[in-house]
């Protein structure tokens, strides 16, 4: 599982800390996006495909 922080070029919303927190509770990792500035968007998508071929070969 991924939590993304989107809109990482606007003023924060959401404690940084906080999020991580939650997402390795959940067992996941956070990450913190921007479509405005493209910053870390296809290293999401990049993490996302690579968990779906992941599962897939698992199974």
Avoid: H, P, W
């Avoid at 959940?26 to 921007?34: D, F």
């Avoid at 968007?41 to 071929?53: D, M, N, Q, S, Y």
């Amino acid at each position: 599982m991924i939590i993304l922080g989107n809109k990482s070029d606007l003023k924060r919303q959401v404690d940084q800390a906080e999020a991580e927190d939650l997402a390795k509770r959940l067992g996941g990792e956070y990450l913190e996006t921007s479509a405005k500035t493209g910053n870390n968007v296809e290293l999401a998508f990049k993490k996302i495909a690579k968990a779906c071929l992941e599962s897939v070969l698992i199974e």
